[in-house]
């Protein structure tokens, strides 16, 4: 009795050939651009922001605040992940309108979406958004809470959520950071 070859078996077959071949193909291909392509090409350039950091530092004058604006939103250009120069921008447009417009609450709920615990801006990110807190919707409130419950036990001096809280200056905010201190921390001060 002989076996005979239905055409799905030979279908898995090439299949499973072609699917080798390519797969040596990509290796062969990555072997080749080692040390020559970034795998991961998410980086950032800070001059820009840098700039704009500087500029802001110098000046809150109109005039100013459009040049920072313009800068940060080149660094945004060439680095889109780069929350630095994404709270830069949160900052400015908040200046610029003396509250907490549309774009801004967009840019600031893309911060948590992109980085939810970000060491490079929870502390500024944790006081602004409590100063805020009212505009905030209760997702974006919430995330808040995630990220200054998460740095509860982080031991670095470079992220302080305990000054982070002290640092809250609205009244709504500033009731919500003695919650926070007396639940997370076990003291208000």
Known sequence: MTRQITPPLVASGL?????????GLGLASLNA????VNPLPITFNWTEDERARGILEASL?????????????????????NNVARMRLVYIL???TQGFPPEALKLF????????????????RT???????????SSTQAAVRDE???YRSVNRPSIDMRRALRGVTAPEGRLVATLWLL???????
């Open 148 to 150: 200054v419950r998460a």
């Open 15 to 23: 299949l499973a050939v072609l699917t080798l071949l390519l797969a």
């Open 109 to 124: 709920q893309q911060s948590y979406d992109l980085a939810p615990y970000d060491p490079a801006v929870a502390e500024w």
């Open 61 to 81: 004058a109109p005039v100013a605040l459009a040049d920072a604006e313009a800068s940060v939103r080149r660094a945004l250009g060439q680095s889109p992940y």
């Open 183 to 189: 639940r997370f921390y076990g003291s208000a001060s």
């Open 94 to 96: 908040s200046l610029r």
């Open 127 to 137: 006081t602004f958004a409590l100063n805020h807190w009212g505009a905030l919707p």
């Open 33 to 36: 651009t080692a040390g020559k």
